[in-house]
């Protein structure tokens, strides 16, 4: 089983393209969300952990979760809010977003007294790592499950407007890395972490790999290998939960091969990484193809093999 854990959230998208106030749809998201739906689309066995509101978005949230197929046993219910983001969708259907996160279900989330026994991985990231008190409980289980043997991908798809504090954040980064098995992230994230990725490989990660819109997803391993796959030409929608969709393959992928253990990458061919990272890119750019989060099903992907693809306008 691959646990995801992380906020569920409400994004609102504009319906004609750009920005509010354009009349704006409610769709179901946040990285965690989208992983763990993605997962449940491309047929593996994925349990959602976290906080949900027994509001109206709320409800809507768990019953998609339901029917994409994810375990929703872990996740916690209060009367609180849901949490809001507000897309602003920009040139090449890039998407930005203001968030309304004040009282809201997802922060209240505590660490449940233990995972599944199955449970082969555990997915964290986004706003889930940086809004606390639910930050702080998040941190909590992504520790004691690496100190199992858990494998831990972390990708903290920085949002900058939601971080008070830069410096304090990059720090708390830092520390999460002895305990990562995989780190994902765009080439954006990791130039405002600011950090060498060499370094990153030195403190945890087996494996980092950088996803590069368009020109594809490069992967860089603590061996000192370096692997890319390009990217497929595709009419772009829009990009959200196009790096979720990442996520949710590069899982899919290592667990098909039997790999989803914290020595494992290491074991990892060029082949194999370009197979993984190709596989990752193709569904990736699928999601970009469909307006908001819609990762794609396994039937969607067959017939492509491994071909690299990703976004593109």
Not at 120 to 147: H, N
Not at 235 to 247: Q, Y
Not at 296 to 303: D, N, Q, S, T, V
Request: charged residues 20%.
């Amino acid at each position: 089983m691959i646990v995801v854990a992380g906020e569920a959230l409400i994004d609102l998208v504009p319906q004609t393209g750009g920005e509010p106030p354009a009349p704006l749809l409610p769709a179901r998201g946040g990285g965690p969300y989208n992983t763990a739906v993605a997962l449940g689309r491309l047929g593996d066995d994925v349990s959602f952990c976290s906080r949900i509101s027994t509001d109206a978005f709320g409800e809507s949230l768990i019953g998609r979760l339901r029917e994409e197929g994810v375990d929703t046993t872990l996740v916690q219910r209060g009367p609180e809010p849901t949490t809001l983001a507000v897309a602003a969708i920009g040139a090449g259907g890039s998407a930005a977003y203001t968030f309304y996160v004040e009282g809201t279900a997802d922060r209240l989330f505590t660490v449940p007294p233990e995972l599944p026994a199955a449970t082969r991985a555990l997915s964290l990231g986004t706003c889930s790592l940086v809004l606390e008190p639910g930050a702080s409980a998040y941190e909590e289980l992504m520790r004691r499950e690496a100190a199992r043997g858990v494998f831990v991908a972390l990708d903290p798809n920085i949002r900058p407007g939601l971080i008070p504090d830069a410096d304090a954040y990059r720090a708390r980064f830092r520390s999460w890395l002895p305990h990562v098995s995989m780190l994902k992230l765009s080439e954006e994230d990791a130039d405002w972490l600011g950090d060498d990725v060499g370094a990153w490989l030195a403190a945890g990660p087996a494996a980092v790999v950088l996803t590069r819109g368009g020109d594809g997803l490069t992967v860089l391993t603590r061996g000192g290998d370096r692997f890319s796959v390009p990217g497929e030409r595709v009419h772009v929608v829009d990009t959200i939960g196009a790096g979720d969709t990442v996520n949710a393959a590069l899982l899919h992928a290592l667990s098909e091969r039997e790999l989803l253990s914290p020595g494992a990458l290491g074991s990892l061919s060029p082949g194999r990484w370009r197979e993984v990272l190709g596989f990752a890119a193709r569904a990736a750019a699928l999601t970009c193809t469909k307006a908001g989060a819609e990762p794609p099903y396994a039937r969607e992907l067959r017939g492509g093999g491994d071909r690299p693809a990703t976004g593109d306008s």
